[in-house]
């Protein structure tokens, strides 16, 4: 069966470091790979994307993925955070193929010191 | 990135009582929408897949006679919450799928608190 794991709950950074967020899956194939972000009481915004090709993924607001097909990774990294950042961020997979339905990683939430 | 829009943003009801959202695509026709639940502090379970014209297929462990799914027209789903619980509470949060794309475009989700 499918499944994200997000090891962290929650990661703590200074403004201006770098992040690492990180993502494991498990899927019998490479499947679509995707980061999202949300922030308090609101829906999710797609900040990246992986289908195919080119395994180094560049999304909005800076934020980068890399998709690692021998380690079942889906890394989500940014080289300097700001206190915008903080927010909630759930990796998630998707079938090929398939209607589009979705499974999500339990979330890692970023909390951003000044 | 495409707009999806959901109706109402926050609601209260009492037990026992029927509560519809509505989940709208805004700039394109979504054959396919999502409806997934979020309980506090965790991820999105996915409740349902909503087929325009067609019946919603459920998820294991989903009521279907609970929370019953329409998906009648290209940009309108709507999801009704019947004889609601206080175990109900939670936000609802749905989704429509771009016929032309694979990604998803999520709503603003609805905030549901049954007293």
């Known amino acids: 069966a499918q499944s994200v794991t997000q090891p962290d709950i929650h990661i703590t950074v200074s403004e201006g470091a770098s992040l690492e967020l990180r993502c494991n899956y498990s899927y019998g194939a490479t499947p679509y790979l995707f980061w999202y972000v949300q922030s308090p009481g609101q829906g999710l915004q797609l900040l990246l994307k992986y289908f195919s090709g080119d395994t180094l993924v560049q999304g909005i607001k800076g934020f980068e993925a890399e998709f690692k097909r021998s380690q079942s990774s889906f890394n989500l990294r940014k080289p300097s955070v700001h206190w915008s950042d903080a927010a909630e961020y759930f990796c998630a997979v998707g079938a090929r193929g398939s209607q589009g339905n979705l499974i999500f990683g339990k979330g890692t939430k970023l909390s951003v010191k000044p | 990135g495409a707009v999806v829009s959901q109706h109402p943003s926050w609601v209260i009801c009492k037990s026992g009582t029927s509560v519809k959202i509505e989940c709208r695509s805004l700039d394109f026709q979504a054959t396919t929408m999502f409806w997934y639940r979020q309980f506090p502090k965790q991820s999105l379970m996915l409740m349902a897949t909503s087929n325009e014209g067609s019946k919603a297929t459920y998820e294991q462990g989903v009521e279907k006679d609970k929370f019953l799914i329409n998906h009648a027209s290209l940009t309108l789903s709507t999801l009704t919450v019947t004889s609601a619980h206080p175990e109900d509470s939670s936000f609802y949060i749905c989704?429509?799928?771009?016929?032309?794309?694979?990604?998803?475009?999520f709503g603003p989700g609805t905030r549901l608190t049954v007293t």
């Open positions: 989704s429509a799928r771009n016929p032309n794309r694979y990604e998803q475009y």
